[in-house]
Nanobody
C-alpha cells in the first residue's frame, strides 16, 4: 500500500519560512518524478514545484526564487523549503507522485499578514 504523508505545515507570519516534508512508503521514489501542489480555498489545485528523478526542478512562476524542492532518496522523502511567505501562499499543500494516482492527505499552511 502506497502512502504519502506530508508534514511541516502550520501558521506562520508574513515573510516567514516553513519546510514541508513528504515521506513515502510502499513505493520507492528514487526513479519517480515528484511534485508539490497546493489548493487555496475556492481555487483549483495548482502545481507548485516538480523535482525529476535526476534532480532537476521546475517551479510555478509565483514561487520561483522563494521555494526550493529537494529530495532525499535514502529517506524516501521529498521536501519543500518555503521562504518569504505571503498570505497568497495560504493553502493546503499536497505531495504527488507524478503520472500516478498517489497523493498525500495534505498539510495546511496559513500565512498571516
Amino acid at each position: 500500500q502506497v502512502r504519502l504523508v506530508e508534514s511541516g505545515g502550520g501558521l506562520i507570519h508574513f515573510g516567514g519560512s516553513l519546510r514541508l516534508s513528504c515521506a513515502a512508503s510502499g513505493i520507492s521514489i528514487n526513479t519517480k518524478n515528484m511534485a508539490w501542489y497546493r489548493q487555496a480555498p475556492g481555487k483549483e489545485r495548482e502545481l507548485v514545484a516538480i523535482i525529476f528523478s535526476g534532480g532537476d526542478a521546475n517551479y510555478a512562476g509565483s514561487v520561483k526564487g522563494r521555494f526550493t524542492i529537494s529530495r532525499d532518496n535514502t529517506k524516501n522523502t521529498v521536501f519543500l523549503q518555503m521562504n518569504s511567505l505571503t498570505p497568497d501562499d495560504t493553502a493546503v499543500y499536497y505531495c504527488h507522485v507524478r503520472l500516478t494516482s498517489y497523493w498525500g492527505q495534505g498539510t495546511q499552511v496559513t500565512v498571516s499578514s
